[in-house]
């Protein structure tokens, strides 16, 4: 992201100041990427780390906080989310020893800091990957526009590299992250959050009126085999 778009973008922001500033952020940032063999958190996109990159669009939308949660041991990756947060004071990080148990593990982490932060208006969590490379502000400010309980992207699944192929229509649409999620509900199911299922688990409990969907097929482009990255790379949506 460059330095124009970025400052173009906070500009934006500052407009939806009204409907934005009482949410919190996670980033989930802790996978050990063992499919792809090396970590997505610093692939490259337009000249800076993934992980940055989708930190600074968290940062757009002016949330009160911001937790990302990183692996233990992966200097690199801490080194590159901790200039970021030198900057930007409300950029929390949270290291997850425990990053091969699964996901929830390090939603806790996430959820943890945000209860620790002490903030009476914080109402809903903007939750979020790193490694959906077409992610942009404007769906994030999508979500947080939601007035359900969930909010949460929709998208189709990527399937093998197939003659450049990607999409198959005859696999069930994703619902899935990023997502936005009631405080209040969050705290409250933290202790069924279990290996991978715990917050989907938590949104299925919920009445269908009190889930919201944004539809954004390029979500349908993360990254998790070589294969996925050669596709992005060729397409220009990382570096090469």
Known sequence: MSKRAFTEGAEHTESNQQHSQNHAVIILASGLSQRLGQPKQLLVKNGEPLVTYMTQLAIMTNPQVIVIVIPDNHRLIASAITALANQYPTVQIVVNSQADTGMAHSLSLGIETIAAFESTSI????????????????????????????VASRYHSWQRLEKHQYLDETVTDIIGLPLTINYKLLRQGQPEL???????????????????????????????????????KQQGWLDS
């Open 123 to 150: 109402d809903r969590v903007l939750i979020m990957g790193v490694d959906q490379v077409l992610l942009d502000e404007p769906h994030l400010t999508a979500l947080l526009a939601g007035k359900q309980t969930v």
């Open 194 to 232: 279990i290996g991978d299922k715990g917050l989907r688990h938590l949104i299925r409990g919920l009445p269908a009126d009190q889930i919201g969907e944004v539809d954004n097929d390029q979500l349908s482009y993360d990254i998790d085999t070589a294969e996925q990255l050669a596709y992005a």
